[in-house]
């Protein structure tokens, strides 16, 4: 009995040193951080514009210039409990205005926060892991020139089990990947540039395809429709096969999103509308980028 005793005590302590391990959070090296030193605001805003920052970050139903006043606040309500977007603008005491340009990166790259714990992929930086850095700093930028909002975060509600972050280790090994979702047979630049948007910086897989049990995008199903996020109906599927917009030209798609109709003149509903008022703030070139691409990939 002592030896199955000490086996079992030898075994709990070696398991609890490879998740210790394993559950490290990771940080990008400082090769990759040098490219955080020359961003500029104005191209920032397009990025600004493409991740869908004022969708989460700004009060709900804000319009014009205050879609820049990004105190956080949006509750996004998931089968794993509620998540509530925190304050992202430069105040120094509720914001990230004492972050440097390296927490950032790390924050949008590999889900990590300034005091070294997981993020939870309510944020979605599985997505934003496929931004260059170059995009990356530039929005850092862009982000330094928007209003100050004091307003303390929301903590969000979650079960027990969930609030334990560490964890969170081991579904990043799963799930977080920087290379292309897509193997694209075209070399056309136009069809990656709207590769990288859509697997990147515009998360639009974030919402569009199907999840698994432990809350990982299912990408061999890619973009072909997921549970909405109000918990109430479904996201389309928007692959270019008969169950998807198949029948949508790529000039019908760039119409849909700068205008907010579909070709069959409905309008987008729910989360869609706030999505598309930012894809309507890209020049035409990004959005026939993207249409190209959504045409580009398999049907589902």
Not at 128 to 154: C, G, H
Request: with cysteine; glycine share 10%; aromatic share 10%.
């Amino acid at each position: 009995m002592k030896r199955i005793a000490l086996a079992l005590i030898f075994l709990i302590i070696a398991g609890a040193i490879v998740f210790y391990v394993l559950t490290i959070p990771k940080h990008l090296d400082e090769t990759q951080l040098q490219a955080m030193s020359g961003g500029d605001a104005i191209r920032g805003e397009r990025m600004f514009w493409a991740g869908g920052c004022a969708s989460c970050h700004a009060d709900k139903d804000a319009k014009g210039e205050d879609k820049f006043k990004l105190g956080g606040g949006l509750a996004l309500a998931t089968p794993f409990g509620t998540f509530h977007a925190p304050n992202i603008s430069p105040d120094n005491d509720t914001g990230i205005g004492g972050w440097t340009a390296a927490d950032f990166a790390n924050s949008m790259k590999m889900g990590v926060s300034p005091e070294d714990s997981h993020y939870y992929p309510a944020f979605p930086y599985t997505s934003y892991t496929r931004m260059n850095m170059e995009d990356v700093a530039d929005l850092w930028a862009f982000l330094q020139t928007v209003p100050a909002v004091s307003k303390e975060n929301i903590p969000h509600d979650l079960p027990l089990i969930f609030r334990f972050r560490r964890g969170l280790g081991l579904w990043k090994l799963l799930f977080l990947k920087d290379e292309p979702v897509v193997e694209l047979a075209s070399a056309d630049a136009n069809v990656r540039l709207g590769q990288y948007l859509v697997e990147g910086p515009a998360h639009c897989g974030e919402c569009h395809t199907p999840r698994d049990l432990i809350g990982g995008m299912e990408l061999s199903r890619w973009l072909a429709g997921g549970p909405a996020p109000e918990g109430d109906g479904k996201i389309p599927n928007i692959t270019p096969g008969p169950n998807g917009i198949g029948s949508w030209s790529a000039e019908e798609i760039v119409f849909s999103l700068e205008t907010g109709l579909t070709p069959e003149f409905d309008s987008f509903g729910s989360s869609m509308v706030s999505v598309q008022q930012n894809m309507a703030m890209l020049t035409k070139e990004d959005r026939q980028a993207i249409a190209a691409y959504l045409k580009a990939i398999p049907p589902h």
